[in-house]
């Protein structure tokens, strides 16, 4: 079974920084290839949007909302997947997702349970 945890959320006052970390369990051995792993946010009253990725090929995409100020890195020895957040924005404010999107003939999401990140004075 897929479990993906995050950890790191909070408050900080816009301009900060916070990093978020995903750790991902049983996925050695398992019957599905990973397309990408990442993380998405929703804040109230919108829809859930990717933050940024990074593909099985190694690309690596952003929002263009976190360019410049975000980076997604991954730790293969860790299995964990890390969201680093710099000069946040209260725009930034939402539910961030730590997604696993696999594939074995047929495309499947595997979701955390969500951190809150506030970005406020």
């Known amino acids: 079974q897929v479990q993906l945890v995050e950890s790191g959320g909070g408050l900080v006052q816009p301009g900060g920084s916070l990093r978020l970390s995903c750790a991902v369990s049983?996925?050695?051995?398992?019957?599905?290839?990973?397309?990408?792993m990442g993380w998405y946010r929703q804040a109230p009253g919108k829809e859930r949007e990717l933050v940024a990725r990074i593909i099985s090929i190694g690309a690596v995409n952003y929002a263009d909302s976190v360019k410049g100020r975000f980076t997604i890195s991954r730790d293969n020895a860790k299995n964990t997947i890390d969201l680093r957040m710099n000069k946040l924005k209260p725009e930034d404010t939402a539910v961030y997702y730590c997604?696993?999107?696999?594939?074995?003939?047929?495309?499947?999401?595997?979701w955390g349970q969500g951190t809150q990140v506030t970005v406020s004075s």
């Open positions: 997604n696993l999107n696999t594939w074995a003939g047929v495309a499947v999401d595997y």
């Open positions: 049983e996925i050695s051995g398992s019957a599905f290839s990973i397309s990408s």
